[in-house]
């Protein structure tokens, strides 16, 4: 997904928004970041490990190698944007909000 692919679901939930709902939104099919390099390489004219190396260094302290934003899909409602959810959980009672 492209950054202004990105940016227009962030804008599009944002008018969706009524009241404290928090939206999913589907970033499409994982890429590594491997591949993501190869293709741009290639789309500069140049041919990967043989005019530009790519070196993998590992994770640093703090990173992540995958992002669990949601377990329960089940409790997602899709908006009008295919690529839009409504995540629909049991909100927190009063007495959570003095933890």
Same mark, same amino acid.
């Not at 590594?32 to 302290?61: C, F, H, M, T, W």
């Given at each position: 997904?492209?950054?202004?692919?990105?940016?227009?679901? +962030?804008?599009?939930? !944002?008018?969706?928004?009524?009241? !404290?709902?928090?939206? +999913?939104?589907?970033?499409?099919?994982?890429?590594?970041? +491997?591949?993501?390099?190869?293709?741009?390489?290639?789309?500069?004219?140049? =041919?990967?490990?043989?005019?530009?190396?790519? =070196?993998?260094? !590992?994770?640093?302290? !703090?990173?992540? *190698?995958?992002?669990?934003? *949601?377990?329960?899909?089940?409790?997602?409602?899709?908006?009008?944007?295919?690529?839009?959810?409504?995540?629909?959980?049991?909100?927190?009672?009063?007495?959570?909000?003095?933890?």
């Amino acid at each position: 997904m492209t950054i202004p692919e990105a940016s227009q679901l +962030v804008m599009q939930a !944002g008018i969706m928004a009524r009241s !404290g709902e928090l939206f +999913v939104l589907d970033m499409g099919k994982p890429l590594k970041i +491997v591949e993501l390099a190869e293709n741009i390489i290639k789309l500069s004219g140049l =041919v990967p490990y043989q005019d530009i190396d790519i =070196v993998e260094i !590992g994770l640093r302290p !703090g990173e992540k *190698l995958y992002e669990e934003l *949601l377990i329960k899909d089940e409790n997602l409602t899709q908006t009008l944007n295919k690529m839009i959810f409504i995540e629909k959980d049991t909100p927190f009672t009063h007495m959570c909000r003095n933890i």
